[in-house]
């Protein structure tokens, strides 16, 4: 369970953890600093922003301002980047647009006020590369001075090249931000035969990327990219980009999904939000944009490195054998795949939370601890469970008419034994009652450490 319950911190994060489930979350919104909790809360109850939506959107941000800062050092030769590819998946009319634009606000005007100064950069470099060589050391310049770069955190509907490109001129890293991921998707194929597709997979695990494409005057070798990408994304269409073969090559599987339990329309709220709220975000992400990426004397990106102290390590190891275990266990290579991934995001889940905890003054940044493990299991198991249930839907499961009749004499929340109870009474066996779980999970149930609950 981690911390005692008794303690002031851990009534706190109880009570955390009882409000998202009241407002129709299993977002473990307790994983986050009791600043930004607060935030999203407070967004969903004064702007109808779903938790769930808020949350991942936050967390994507704070990644793309980490960047190439920090990595975590897990072993020789293994260190792991904050990487995140997230969909915000909704019905239309959830509210996925408006929480991923706030969340990200502070970055756009980080983006605008850049811009200005590279607009006026480019004016001075075109002003100086119209004199001749002469003219421009007389007066003072470089004979072949360097044309100014775009200091940016995010690109939108871009092609691989110019992406490639953004990536080579901003070593941090940026963020692919599209509102519609559908758009983002379409290009795999629209300049291409597909190997588009390809090269976010390469960018996920964030090393060197080369390229030495035929008629490219532009080829580019990137030592440490750093790329996340986020978007929002309708059921349907993502069932049918994904169905059948084009979920098989491991792309899908690096995506994370938000996915809140209930999507119906809120009621606007006639009290309006505090300001407050927005001026605490901004102030946090400024936190984050502020750190430095730093650089060796060669020239080459030199991230400060965390790693995990003893009980850290301890307990991650302890859940990977789990972990393994369950993957062994499974006979669908499509969930061996999804499970596989979950392996590289614990770490990264650790490093965001760590450093989450920092710059909120709830914890330090000398090592990755235990109660930052702890968190991060929460939102694997979160993340688990939003995957299986996309897997579900791409695979077009449907109960029989038996099982959603058992589905419907079940309660909303149940173990294992209080539904064999119910499928007993309907004289099910206990093997058959158990492939209706394994079936039903992801998408008409989801299920934590035994306890089972309904998705509505």
Same mark, same amino acid.
């Given at each position: 369970?981690?911390?005692?319950?008794?303690?002031?911190?851990g009534?706190?994060?109880?009570?955390?953890?009882? $409000?998202?489930?009241?407002?129709?979350?299993?977002?473990?919104?307790?994983?986050?600093?009791?600043?930004?909790?607060?935030?999203?809360?407070?967004?969903?109850?004064?702007l109808a #922003?779903?938790?769930?939506?808020?949350?991942?959107?936050?967390?994507?941000?704070?990644?793309t301002?980490?960047?190439?800062?920090?990595?975590?050092?897990?072993?020789?030769?293994?260190?792991i980047?904050?990487?995140?590819?997230?969909?915000?998946?909704?019905?239309?009319?959830?509210n996925?647009?408006?929480?991923?634009?706030?969340? *990200?606000?502070?970055? *756009?005007?980080?983006?605008?006020?850049?811009?200005?100064?590279?607009?006026?950069?480019?004016?001075k470099y075109?002003? $100086?590369?119209?004199?001749?060589?002469?003219?421009?050391?007389?007066?003072?310049? /470089?004979?072949?001075? %360097?044309?100014?770069?775009?200091?940016?955190?995010?690109?939108?509907?871009?092609t691989?090249e110019?992406m490639?490109?953004?990536?080579?001129?901003?070593? %941090?890293?940026?963020?692919?931000y599209?509102?519609e991921?559908?758009?983002?998707?379409?290009?795999?194929t629209?300049?291409?035969?597909?190997?588009?597709?390809?090269?976010?997979?390469s960018?996920?695990?964030?090393?060197?990327?080369?390229?030495?494409?035929?008629?490219n005057?532009?080829?580019?070798?990137?030592?440490?990219? #750093?790329?996340?990408?986020?978007?929002?994304?309708?059921?349907?269409? @993502?069932?049918?980009?994904?169905?059948?073969?084009k979920?098989?090559?491991?792309?899908?599987?690096? &995506?994370?999904?938000?996915?809140?339990? $209930?999507?119906?329309?809120?009621?606007?709220k006639?009290?309006?939000?505090?300001?407050?709220?927005?001026?605490?975000?901004?102030?946090?992400m400024?936190?984050?944009?502020?750190?430095?990426?730093?650089?060796?004397?060669?020239?080459?990106?030199?991230?400060?490195?965390?790693?995990?102290?003893?009980?850290?390590?301890?307990?991650?190891?302890?859940?990977?054998?789990?972990?393994?275990?369950?993957?062994?266990?499974?006979?669908s /290579?499509?969930? %061996?795949?999804?499970?596989?991934?979950?392996?590289?995001? &614990?770490?990264? *889940?650790?490093?965001? $939370?760590?450093?989450?905890?920092?710059?909120?003054?709830?914890?330090?940044?000398?090592?990755? /601890?235990?109660?930052?493990?702890?968190?991060?299991?929460? @939102?694997?198991?979160?993340?688990?469970?939003?995957?299986?249930?996309?897997?579900?839907?791409?695979?077009?499961?449907?109960?029989t008419?038996?099982q959603?009749?058992?589905?419907e004499? @079940?309660? /909303?929340?149940?173990?294992?034994?209080?539904?064999?109870?119910?499928?007993?009474?309907?004289?099910?066996?206990?093997?058959?009652?158990?492939?209706?779980?394994?079936?039903?999970?992801?998408?008409?149930?989801?299920?934590?450490?035994?306890?089972?609950?309904?998705?509505?």
């Amino acid at each position: 369970m981690g911390e005692s319950r008794i303690t002031p911190s851990g009534i706190i994060n109880d009570a955390v953890s009882m $409000i998202g489930k009241m407002n129709d979350s299993s977002f473990p919104i307790d994983v986050f600093p009791n600043k930004i909790r607060n935030i999203i809360l407070n967004m969903y109850e004064y702007l109808a #922003f779903p938790i769930d939506y808020t949350a991942c959107s936050m967390m994507t941000a704070i990644s793309t301002c980490i960047g190439n800062t920090h990595i975590l050092h897990f072993k020789t030769g293994w260190d792991i980047k904050c990487i995140i590819y997230m969909a915000l998946v909704g019905r239309p009319g959830a509210n996925k647009s408006h929480p991923l634009k706030t969340a *990200f606000e502070p970055l *756009f005007r980080f983006d605008k006020e850049q811009k200005e100064i590279y607009n006026e950069e480019h004016r001075k470099y075109e002003s $100086i590369m119209s004199l001749s060589k002469k003219e421009r050391l007389e007066q003072g310049f /470089d004979m072949f001075p %360097r044309e100014p770069v775009r200091t940016r955190f995010l690109v939108s509907d871009i092609t691989q090249e110019a992406m490639a490109k953004s990536i080579s001129e901003n070593p %941090r890293g940026i963020c692919l931000y599209m509102d519609e991921l559908q758009g983002w998707i379409n290009n795999f194929t629209r300049y291409n035969k597909g190997s588009e597709e390809q090269f976010y997979i390469s960018l996920f695990n964030g090393y060197m990327y080369i390229s030495d494409r035929k008629m490219n005057t532009n080829n580019i070798m990137i030592d440490s990219p #750093f790329s996340n990408v986020i978007g929002t994304i309708q059921p349907e269409i @993502l069932i049918d980009t994904f169905k059948g073969s084009k979920s098989n090559n491991g792309f899908l599987d690096r &995506i994370l999904f938000a996915i809140p339990e $209930i999507q119906d329309k809120l009621y606007w709220k006639d009290d309006d939000i505090d300001m407050s709220h927005f001026n605490e975000w901004n102030t946090i992400m400024q936190s984050f944009i502020k750190m430095k990426i730093e650089h060796d004397e060669h020239g080459n990106i030199n991230p400060t490195r965390l790693e995990y102290e003893s009980g850290a390590r301890q307990k991650v190891m302890e859940w990977q054998h789990q972990w393994a275990d369950m993957l062994n266990m499974e006979e669908s /290579d499509k969930r %061996r795949s999804i499970y596989s991934k979950f392996e590289t995001y &614990i770490h990264r *889940f650790c490093l965001i $939370i760590q450093l989450c905890k920092w710059v909120c003054n709830e914890g330090d940044k000398n090592c990755i /601890d235990l109660d930052s493990v702890l968190k991060s299991i929460r @939102l694997v198991s979160y993340f688990k469970n939003t995957a299986l249930q996309i897997c579900s839907m791409i695979e077009g499961v449907m109960l029989t008419p038996k099982q959603t009749e058992l589905l419907e004499k @079940l309660p /909303d929340k149940f173990t294992r034994s209080e539904g064999l109870e119910v499928a007993v009474s309907m004289n099910w066996s206990t093997s058959t009652y158990d492939r209706f779980l394994k079936k039903a999970t992801g998408t008409y149930l989801y299920h934590e450490y035994g306890n089972y609950k309904k998705a509505q």
